[in-house]
């Protein structure tokens, strides 16, 4: 029926077609072949970003770091790897353990992820805020979740971070020794992890010349062991945190005052505390994020990139935009961009129309008529 063709049998093989058709495609992993998919965690792509430039009338060459593409989804498997094996090098932990951790649910994954393959449990305390999304992720990955108030302070007795504590006493009162918080907040090897691999990554993808690099911060591990990387390397390098409105970890500190609530919905970034791994004067200057910005540059990436990267990596890309402005970066010089986590983790959040127009981030879409070819 109507000219189609697709049902008609190959007459003969030579229909097929001829070796010179295909194409071999120029090999990018080496470590194709794993031993467990931990090995997937690192060596991720630096893509450029050549259509949104373009949109953006920006000169330079805007990359970005596709951290979504780790093996559990963001760049918190690098760490929840590292302090693992860390522990275990230094006789602290061995499997069949607890491994408890406060988190705004990256972390929790990527140990949750290490903690199947390795043999550990683990229990992860994050706050309401934090979406289902990662809640179900945690949870087939056999983790044990305990949500608490989005509202408590970070000191106050029902945050997350005082649950954790209290829940790892109680088990080693019954088991002594059989419960640990690694403890992104302050564990060396969550910024060293970035030192040792995600900015050693950059620096040997873009054969050690980096201008600008710009990464929001929640733990601030990511940015500071990035930018003592940067700094020995590309001492010449401009490294921009970002904080969102309604956190208190950019400076100057008049920068973080604000008239509205505290709250914001991007999940992962920002704090009510300044933690111990975030050497904040690493950093050479500080923006400011805002929800709607940020969902938005988050779409346009998706849209016009095909980058499929959660709701910090729009809060980045907004103010790398912006600094790349400020700073006037030129042809030829390169920014580079983190991209934290994936869409994965927000497909009921600001994937949807319905989310986003509720909260005021974007207007109704005019018409959801069919487009004629569907007619
Ligand atoms: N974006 C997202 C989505 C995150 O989960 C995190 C980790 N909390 C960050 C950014 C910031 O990373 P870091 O803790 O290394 O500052």
Not at 119 to 141: F, H, Q, R, T
Not at 218 to 228: K, W
């Amino acid at each position: 029926p109507h000219g189609c063709t697709y049902l008609k049998p190959l007459e003969t093989q030579s229909e097929l077609p001829s070796p010179h058709h295909h194409v071999k495609k120029e090999e990018r992993h080496s470590n194709t072949r794993c031993e467990t998919i931990l090995d997937m965690i690192g060596n991720t792509p630096l893509v450029h970003l050549k259509n949104l430039s373009q949109d953006y009338g920006i000169k330079c060459n805007l990359y970005a770091k596709c951290e979504y593409l780790n093996a559990g989804g963001s760049v918190k498997d690098r760490i929840g790897l590292r302090m693992i094996e860390e522990a275990e090098k230094a006789g602290q932990i061995k499997p069949g353990d607890y491994i408890i951790e406060p988190t705004s649910g990256n972390t929790g994954i990527g140990l949750a992820l290490t903690c199947a393959v390795k043999g550990y449990k683990c229990i992860i305390v994050m706050p309401e805020k934090m979406s289902k999304e990662k809640n179900d992720v945690l949870k087939a990955l056999g983790a044990t979740i305990i949500r608490t108030p989005t509202s408590a302070a970070f000191d106050a007795p029902n945050s997350h971070i005082s649950e954790a504590q209290r829940i790892k006493e109680r088990l080693n009162a019954e088991n002594p020794g059989c419960a640990h918080i690694l403890d992104q907040y302050t564990n060396p090897y969550n910024p060293i992890a970035h030192y040792d691999g995600t900015a050693e990554e950059i620096i040997n993808q873009l054969n050690g010349k980096v201008d600008l690099i710009v990464s929001a911060a929640g733990t601030g591990g990511t940015i500071c062991g990035i930018a003592r990387k940067i700094k020995e390397k590309c001492p010449d390098c401009k490294v921009i945190g970002v904080d969102p409105v309604g956190s208190i970890l950019a400076l100057p500190d008049q920068m973080n005052e604000f008239s509205g609530p505290g709250f914001y919905e991007v999940e992962g970034i920002g704090y009510d505390f300044i933690p111990t791994v975030l050497d904040r004067f690493h950093v050479d200057a500080w923006f400011k994020s805002i929800d709607k910005e940020s969902f938005k540059l988050s779409r346009q990436l998706i849209k016009r990139e095909g980058i499929l990267c959660g709701g910090s990596s729009g809060s980045s890309t907004y103010c790398a935009i912006e600094a790349i402005k400020k700073y006037g970066l030129k042809e030829g010089q390169n920014a580079v961009i983190i991209l934290p986590d994936s869409i994965r983790n927000y497909m009921t959040k600001f994937l949807s129309d319905e989310w986003m127009v509720a909260r005021g981030f974007m207007e109704a879409p005019i018409s959801d008529k069919d487009p004629w070819w569907t007619n």
